[in-house]
């Protein structure tokens, strides 16, 4: 047996090694007894007793600060409890440093992809253990090791890439497969989804099912309720802190899940209100510029104009170059009927066009500074006297649009990246409402927000249209421009390809234009 | 209304909170050490002393206040020594070469300018990271100065001029009277205006600063605008001060402006600081050494302990914001 060869089959090997069950199937392998956990007086997880079966996909709902995180935390030794039991395969154990828990086999695939940018994708999935002989690292054997499990789980991922190099879909496929191979018994999938394009969702779906026929108990955390019923077996939901219940998943339907999630039914999440459409606010014709070409729509007061694509089919890039961050190349824009250069993103404000960008960490926040600030970031000239900021308008200012948007905070002095997704995303809403604007575009509004702010997030769409504003929606959840759009536009490759009107095209048809089968 | 005034007063705390307990402590840091070297030696607390610590002290804190502006932005100047060092040339040759006294200061300081807009230049428009365009002027700059003066110093005879630095008012050091000149300018600008807050977005991200509106590029020139300005100002102090120009002088004052800063609380990673700090920071450094000197430490030791304290007291700030979170 060659050394390769050797190399190769010690780390496939990890792939196959749930294959030892701990406990046979549908046995308890992790089960919490009134597992407590307080900040202070804060009780981020009341008491809670949960029972993980082994080889289970168990699914687990709840709003953001619902006592999600506080829970994959708990259960990856992040954090340590204050109070309870944890038995795995029936012992007591602590759970209380990161490596404990691995050593036992439990994982977990966070939604923002930690790992590292500049090395490449098999350094990567063999960081912190890597393949030695005499001290020195066996380059080509990690390579060739890791590029036999990503072929093995039918990833089409280059092993020798730059892991930057690759999309965030790619990347979570490749922390996917790191601890796939690391010998997991449990494995706790945080939101895998949020950034992840149809396809790439489905290849992941397919890894978890062949990761549980090969009898690995995989703990699902979504905010989506279609792939939670897709997936689990059963699910648990989460509710201030508290469980609120388990159920199996055919025992159940979306509507009771929201129930008892938000406390209160919802009747309709996409809140959709008709105005009719007045004077034309914005129109591009032939745009073109870095990532898309020859985009030609308008947009009117009153509407909501959907664009739908996948992830980089040039839907954020449009959005961009209308903002005036990305220079236009070609074409033109009318701006209630003028013609316009939009050069700077000053000159799109001051014309009354406002963004709330794709990524709220890379393009939207300050996350270490306090929530005043970003709201008021966009209008300090306007709070300004000559050179001083008039502080009782930049305190009111900020109140403000925390008491109309219900972010829930303590005060306008806490730092934004002490704050939930749902209530980052009101602050980047915050920062537009309080600059005022004639057409919003909200790209990727609902990313990692839980329902309740999301309904919340489309009412405050229909007062936007009530007051005579116009928005462009970017999604690449087609339910949401779907239910809400009042034209959707499918973006592929960079360019315009499919116009439809509210609701007149159907999901697949829609799918299928912005796949290009 | 009345709610909302009650909500900002009651909870309006833990960021500013913080920033104000520290700068208590620091300040009482610095009186305890006061005390001591008081306690420690009969010369500390004489007026003739006191007014050295000032005038010592005065040099570096108005370099930091500079330092911090660029370092909030998340950059780092390195070539406020060798600006001090240069301006302090440029200031000598224009006096010997018979310019008038205000108009040399003002070219002087014009010199501040286009060397803080150089440094702009290089980041924004040829994408060189801070450190690297501020070191090659740090070099670049001692070389220029003793082209000018060919290796030797340019004395200076203006008395109006050198008399300045040793001159008191209301028995205070005039050098110390700067600081002050230069602190409350530098405190409307940055806690109070929102050019300010911009350097504080600018230094968190500037990605989401730019797509709010801000003028990003504009913010980092004036960054570096106002060190290199603040830099060619102690050059004229220093030129005051000792009555020469010399292009070597102010070696390593780079190093006493960044640890003054960072022992104020400024964070390297950018979007925290203050102006109080890097005040406070530069006058706990003046008394270590001004306290080293009467207790006839070894100066090699005061270095040592100079670099301990840094240690300590940064260690502390960590702490301090870690358990506030």
Redesign the interface.
């Known amino acids: 047996m060659t050394e390769l060869q050797e190399a190769r089959d010690i780390r496939t090997e990890g792939l196959h090694v749930a294959t030892r069950h701990p406990v046979p199937k549908g046995e308890p392998i992790l089960e919490l007894r009134a597992l407590q956990k307080k900040y202070g007086a804060v009780e981020a997880l009341k008491p809670a007793s949960l029972t993980f079966l082994s080889g289970e996909i168990h699914a687990i709902v709840g709003e953001n600060g619902a006592g999600k995180s506080t829970l994959i935390k708990l259960l990856t030794g992040v954090i340590k409890r204050t109070s309870g039991e944890v038995f795995w395969c029936g012992k007591p154990v602590q759970l209380g440093t990161p490596q404990e828990a691995i050593e036992r086999g439990i994982n977990a695939v966070h939604q923002e992809v930690v790992l590292c940018a500049h090395l490449t994708v098999a350094a990567n999935m063999f960081l912190g253990d890597e393949i030695n002989r005499n001290g020195l690292m066996r380059k080509r054997a990690m390579t060739d090791a890791a590029q036999s499990v990503l072929d093995d789980l039918g990833f089409n991922l280059p092993a020798g890439a730059v892991l930057g190099s690759l999309t965030i879909g790619q990347q979570q496929l490749v922390a996917t497969a790191r601890a796939a191979m690391r010998g997991t018994q449990f494995l706790i999938f945080d939101e895998p989804t949020a950034y992840l394009t149809r396809q790439e969702s489905a290849q992941l779906f397919r890894l978890i099912r062949r990761l549980q026929a090969e009898g690995v108990t995989i703990v699902y955390i979504s905010h989506r309720m279609e792939e939670v019923f897709e997936l689990a077996d059963r699910v648990s939901v989460l509710r201030d802190g508290t469980h609120v219940g388990t159920r199996r998943i055919g025992e159940t339907n979306e509507a009771e899940l929201i129930a008892l999630m938000i406390n209160r039914t919802i009747e309709q999440i996409y809140h959709k209100e008709h105005f009719p459409p007045g004077e034309v606010i914005v129109e591009t014709r032939n745009l073109s510029g870095p990532g898309f070409q020859d985009v030609s729509l308008t947009v009117r007061a009153g509407e909501i104009v959907g664009l739908y694509g996948l992830i980089g089919a040039g839907r954020s890039e449009f959005a961009l170059g209308l ?1 005036g ?1 990305h220079r236009p190349t070609s074409g033109e824009v009318y701006w209630q009927g003028r013609k316009v250069e939009i050069a700077s ?2 000159i799109a ?1 001051d014309l009354g066009i406002a ?1 709330a ?1 794709e990524s709220r960490r ?9 929530i005043g ?1 970003n709201i ?3 209008v ?2 306007r ?2 006297r000559g ?3 008039n ?1 009782q308008q930049e ?2 200012n900020a ?1 403000r649009q925390i008491r109309d948007l219900k972010i829930k905070t ?6 934004v990246s ?1 704050m939930s997704g749902g209530n980052q995303q009101k602050i980047v809403i915050g ?1 537009w409402l309080s600059h005022g604007a004639k057409l919003f575009i909200f790209d990727e509004p609902t990313v990692g927000v839980d329902v309740g702010t999301k309904a919340e997030i489309y009412r405050l769409f229909a007062r936007l249209l009530e007051k005579g504003a116009g928005i462009v929606l970017i999604s690449s959840y087609l339910p949401e421009v779907y239910e809400l759009a009042d034209r959707l536009h499918v973006f592929r490759g960079g360019r315009l390809v499919a116009s439809h009107d509210y609701r007149a095209a159907s999901h697949e048809e829609v799918l299928t234009q912005a796949i290009g089968v | 209304m009345s709610a ?1 005034t009650v ?2 007063g009651a ?6 909170g913080v920033s104000i307990l520290f700068g208590l402590t620091l300040l009482g840091l610095l009186l305890f050490l006061w005390l001591l070297l008081g306690l420690a030696t009969n010369s500390f607390w004489t007026p003739n002393n006191i007014s050295n610590l000032l005038r010592q002290g005065a040099m570096t804190a108005i370099l930091a206040v500079g330092q911090t502006f660029v370092i909030i932005t998340a950059g780092i100047d390195l070539s406020v020594g060798a600006v001090v060092g240069f301006t302090s040339v440029i200031v000598a040759w224009l006096l010997a070469a018979g310019v008038p006294l205000w108009i040399a200061i003002i070219l002087t300081l014009a010199f501040g300018v286009l060397i803080g807009a150089f440094h702009a230049f290089g980041i924004v428009r040829m994408g060189l990271p801070p450190f690297i365009i501020t070191l090659a002027t740090l070099t670049s700059l001692r070389g220029i100065g003793l082209l000018i003066t060919n290796g030797s110093t340019i004395s200076i005879t203006n008395e109006a001029f050198t008399n300045f630095s040793r001159a008191d008012f209301l028995g205070v050091p005039s050098l110390f009277w700067m600081v002050i000149v230069v602190a409350i300018p530098a405190y ?2 940055l806690h ?3 050019f300010g ?2 350097l ?2 600018v230094g ?2 500037s ?9 990003v590029h504009r913010t980092i020139y004036l960054a570096y605008i106002l060190s290199s300005t603040c830099a060619a100002f102690v050059g004229l102090l220093l030129a005051s001060r000792i009555g020469i120009g010399n292009a070597t002088q102010a070696e390593g004052w780079e190093l006493q402006a960044i640890a003054s800063s960072v022992i104020g609380g400024t964070s390297l990673f950018g ?2 600081g203050s102006v109080h700090g890097p005040l406070l920071g530069a006058f706990i450094l003046a008394t270590i050494n001004n306290g080293a000197n009467l207790l006839n430490v070894n100066s090699f030791w005061q270095r040592i302990i100079t670099g301990a304290l840094i240690i300590v007291i940064v260690y502390f700030d960590q702490l301090r914001r870690r358990s506030a ?1």
């Not at chain 1, 890379?362 to 306090?370: T, W």
């Not at chain 1, 303590?410 to 730092?415: A, G, M």
């Not at chain 2, 909870?11 to 500013?16: G, T």
């Open positions: 903002y961050r993103e000053r404000m963004l960008p890379d393009q939207g926040l300050c996350l270490n500074l306090p600030l008021n970031l966009p300090f000239n709070l300004s050179l001083t900021i502080g305190r009111e109140d303590p005060s306008r002095r806490v730092l002490a920062k | 909302e909500e900002s909870s309006a705390a833990p960021r500013k409307v600008f109070l205006s929102r807050r911009y504080f977005a968190s991200n990605e989401a600063a730019r797509l709010s509106g801000v003028n979007a925290v979170r």
